[in-house]
């Protein structure tokens, strides 16, 4: 009982150290009277705290904004929700401005000319995109931001982030444009010219669109330093390649019904992601 005379409990120096209260690792004892709380508060947990609730607001606003212009359903904006404060928490504000570059993006090139679409059959649905469609484009850079916070904090984990939202934002304007002013289109792997919407079918229009649509992305990269110019140009020819994968992969796997639209995108943008890791 004699450590706890006077209100006063003696204390281990490690641990006072490891919780960041070096003043008090220095004294033989701490005392439990608040009026000594002030004096050993740790700033970083204010920080943390403050991160938290901007993170948090950024995070409720981005997912109200898409879901009010129904860019997204209900369920695409809680998964919506889940990159962004991913992103946030990872990157900081230039994860938030990439991935509202991506979402402005989509959203223009998806109501442009959507009577058009409309007649030809192939305007996306006036409810938005499902939690499965916004994950397909938008989860492998939440994973790769998520793995470089937690397990392996290697750089280019963050070129390949970027890449992979720079594909998504390509293929989805790529697509929406081409559809909208491309004219008839061309099958990527025979070069012969289909219906528009025909899974693999490009156009010079939509693939132009969607290259500046890569660019785009990784130029907000560079202006929030995370990328240096060099990056700029990894980043966006990983985007273009991630693209014209997707193409590749309509045309044959997708028109034979081995895989999904949802897989589809998935792997364009790890093929993004990954060919960016290994140039970086």
């Known amino acids: ?114 009577a058009h679409k409309q007649q030809l059959g192939t305007a996306e649905a006036r409810t938005g995109r499902t ?31 970027t890449a992979a939202l720079a594909e998504a934002a390509a293929d989805t304007v790529s697509s929406e444009l081409g559809q909208a002013v491309g004219g008839a289109p061309w099958l990527i792997t025979t070069w012969q010219k289909v219906e528009p919407g025909t899974d693999g079918a490009v156009t010079l229009a939509g693939t132009m669109d969607g290259a500046t649509a ?5 130029l907000v990269f560079v202006l929030t330093q995370i990328l240096s110019w060099r990056l700029f140009a990894v980043c966006a020819g990983a985007g273009v390649a991630g693209m014209i994968f997707d193409s590749l992969l309509g045309a044959t796997l997708e028109r034979r019904h081995w895989l999904g639209n949802n897989a589809v995108n998935f792997a364009s943008t790890i093929v993004a992601a990954g060919l960016a890791f290994l140039l970086a």
């Not at 690792?25 to 943390?48: E, G, K, R, V």
């Not at 994950?135 to 984990?157: H, K, Q, V």
């Not at 890569?214 to 990784?218: E, G, L, T």
């Open 214 to 218: 890569a660019i785009a992305v990784a």
């Open 1 to 114: 009982m004699a450590g706890f005379r006077h209100g006063y409990i003696w204390c281990l120096r490690a641990w006072f150290r490891t919780s960041g209260l070096t003043e008090a690792a220095n004294c033989h004892s701490f005392s439990f009277d608040m009026s000594y709380l002030p004096l050993y508060w740790n700033p970083a947990l204010l920080i943390s705290s403050q991160k938290i609730a901007v993170f948090a607001a950024l995070t409720l606003l981005f997912a109200a904004l898409g879901r009010v212009v129904r860019g997204v359903t209900t369920g695409g904006a809680v998964a919506g929700a889940a990159v962004c404060f991913a992103l946030l928490w990872v990157v900081g504000l230039a994860g938030f401005a990439g991935l509202l570059t991506v979402f402005v993006l989509t959203w223009v090139a998806t109501r442009f000319g959507y």
């Open 131 to 161: 939690a499965l469609q916004v994950l397909a484009n938008l989860g492998t850079s939440a994973g790769c931001a998520i793995f470089y916070s937690t397990l392996w904090p290697d750089r280019r984990l963050l070129v390949a982030m």
